[in-house]
Every structure is written in C-alpha cells, then in structure tokens.
C-alpha cells in the first residue's frame, strides 16, 4: 500500500521510493512509487513540485486511491532519491491554514460558513455565505484572526472512522463519515475535515492580510495573502507610498489627502481645458465660414490635434449653416455635412477613398478615412472638391 508521508509530517523534504508503476502518456510518464511526500492537487490545494532523482516533477495527482507523478522522462533506477520544493510547500501551507483560520473566525464570530477555497501562486481566495460584508466587519475579522495567529495554538491532525464518535464542539458542522477521514484540528477552537499539509501551530501563518472582497452569486469572495508573501505585499506597498509622500513633498500619513487633492485639481483643470477648448473651436467654426462663401470648407488641423477635435469643429461649422465640411488631421480625413440627401459621405469614402488604399467608411452625414500617404490624401481631397 503506498505510504503518504506527507500526511506523517509535511515538514519533510527529501525521501527515498521505489518505483511500483510507471505508464507512458504522450510524452510525459506518470509514476508511482510505493511512498511519497508529494501533495497530490486536491480540496482547493495545487500540487507539490520538485524533483525525483532530478528529473522535475511536472504535476503531482491522485487516481483510483494512487498518487502519480509526471515526468518528463523515466528515472533510471527504481530506487529513486525525491525531493519536494519547499518554499511553494510552505506556501501552501501557510496559505491553507490561513484559511482554516479565516473560516473558523467568520463563522465562529460572525455566522458565516465556508462554501469554497482556491489557493493560488499569487494569493488565495475564501468564498463564505455573506451575502453583504461590511467593510468594519472585513476589518474586525482580520484584526481577530491575527490574534490567533499571535495566539500560536498547536495545530494537530488524525484520522477518525465511522465507529467514533465526533461529539465535539470544535466542529464546525458534522462531516459525513462512510469510511476514513481526515481531520484538522486547531487547539480549544476548531476543526475541521481537510486532506491538504498544514502547518503544526497557528503562529506560523505569521500576519494575515485580507487585500479585498467581492459579491459572487450571492456570497463573499475573499481575497486574502499569509506569512512572507503577506509581508512582501506590504514592502511593496510601504516603499509605493513612501515613494508618494517624497514625490508629494508629505508624510505617509498625509499622502493620501495629498493625492485626492491633487486629482481634484486635475479635474478642475480638465474641465476649464474643456470650456475653453470649445469656445475656441466656436471662434475657430465662425472663422473659417467667415473666410468663404462656398459651401465646401477644407481645414487641416494641425498634427498635434485629434480626431475628436475634427469632429468637435465639424459640428461647430455645421451649426452656422449648411455645409460640407471636409477637416484632416495628419493622414485622417473627416467628412460631414447637412446638405441635400443625395451626398453620402459614406459611400465618397467607399467609391473614391478605399481605391485610393485608404481605410474607413462611415454614413450619410459622417465618414472617417485614412491614408498611407499624403499623396493618396490630396488626390482624394481634390476627388471631393469636384464631386461638392
């Protein structure tokens, strides 16, 4: 029968096996050997990796009661020396305790139980029956999870069967038990049935720091970090916001009002930029209809200006009478007007501009096109001129 060590102690990291299976599938080999550290994905926990006699471990599951290894070539002895990778082991465990720990606080203190977990590399996530999560309430549950972590219970695991007896109030609910199960169990607080490696006091998760939450088919996801990776987000962030306050001549504490300040001032800014960019577009429209008494206007836009602003000048024109206004900006032509329904500025772009290899198209009274060249652009500009 193969011997799951890492049930016996997750803190190991190296071992000896045999190999007892091995089956070749595309070009990887799945093996099995008669005793193994490596984690198998399960229970919202990815794989262990690392390596036996060297050769990476590419993917760690379980089938039919075996626990299979992918490689990507045969080891070759039978007799093989394996090797899990710690640092994503302690990870996991780190993260999945957490877990254990944030599940226990939401219900125990707030009511709440635990529809789902997903580990990931980055961070992981909580799913639990709150329809609405207060951000106090998001505040206090951190604030008193941290606390059992600071509390530093052991945290033990066995296995129980359906002849014992469960009655404890540790349990979070009672698990259906039709043969053996696993059970984790957190000192005078909790427990709980989960086949995932676990750390063997709640000290060890380090800090818990919950980044955010969000409404998911009528629950709360929790986004949350543990221990180093917990800590490398707030250097992150620490040394983001000290960056901030020099560059804002401020303190950490103040950096934020100094921030919303500024944006405000921004938007005061784009706002006048905006009045006063359409009171010169209305000056510019009288202008140019004051220079003509053709009902053609041709005006280039300088290379620095946009199409919006074509089209905000276009408007402006048309607004002071009937015309066919024809604006460019750089190697982009816009054409509009509100003459008589037989002009389709649409169908100009299809007829005369795409022959030309320009791309665009539009409607009756409004068409973009572009060219790849000036010279295609002035033919088409003098094509427009004789056809108005």
Not at 93 to 121: C, D, K, N, V
Not at 199 to 227: A, F, P
Request: overall charge negative; proline content about 3%.
């Amino acid at each position: 029968m193969q011997n799951r060590q890492y049930y016996l102690n997750p803190y190991q990291t190296v071992f000896q096996a045999k190999v007892t299976a091995s089956e070749k599938s595309g070009d990887q080999y799945h093996i099995v050997l008669d005793n193994t550290i490596f984690y198998p994905e399960g229970g919202g926990q990815p794989s262990d990796s690392g390596f036996v006699d060297e050769i990476p471990v590419i993917d760690v599951y379980e089938q039919n009661g075996l626990v299979y290894h992918v490689l990507p070539e045969l080891p070759k002895s039978n007799l093989v020396e394996c090797r899990i990778d710690w640092q994503r082991r302690f990870y996991h465990m780190q993260h999945h305790t957490g877990q254990h720990l944030l599940s226990a606080i939401f219900f125990r203190e707030f009511g709440y139980q635990t529809w789902g977990f997903h580990l990931s590399e980055d961070y992981s996530t909580l799913d639990i029956t709150a329809s609405d999560l207060p951000d106090e309430l998001v505040k206090d549950a951190e604030i008193k999870v941290n606390r059992l972590i600071q509390a530093d219970k052991s945290i033990k695991t066995y296995f129980i069967s359906e002849s014992v007896n469960l009655g404890t109030n540790l349990l979070r609910k009672e698990p259906q038990v039709d043969s053996s199960i696993r059970i984790v169990e957190i000192s005078d607080y909790d427990a709980v049935p989960c086949c995932g490696t676990h750390l063997s006091t709640t000290g060890q998760v380090g800090l818990i720091k919950i980044m955010k939450t969000e409404k998911i088919r009528g629950m709360t996801r929790i986004y949350y970090r543990c221990g180093e990776a917990a800590f490398r987000d707030y250097q992150d962030k620490f040394e983001t916001v000290a960056k901030l306050a020099l560059m804002f001549s401020s303190s950490d504490q103040d950096v934020l009002a100094r921030v919303t300040g500024e944006l405000e001032r921004k938007r005061e800014l784009e706002q006048n930029y905006k009045t006063i960019k359409q009171q010169f577009l209305a000056y510019k429209a009288a202008e140019i209809v004051s220079q003509t008494e053709s009902q053609l206007l041709v005006h280039h836009l300088g290379h620095h200006e946009d199409i919006d602003t074509a089209q905000s000048l276009a408007r402006e024109i048309l607004a002071l009478g009937s015309f066919f206004v024809l604006i460019t900006v750089g190697n982009r032509v816009l054409l509009s007007h509100n003459l008589n329904a037989e002009i389709n500025c649409g169908l100009i772009v299809k007829n005369h501009g795409l022959p030309l290899g320009g791309r665009g198209g539009g409607k009756k009274d409004f068409a973009q096109v572009y060219f790849p060249s000036q010279t295609e652009l002035d033919a088409f500009i003098t094509t427009v001129k004789t056809l108005i």
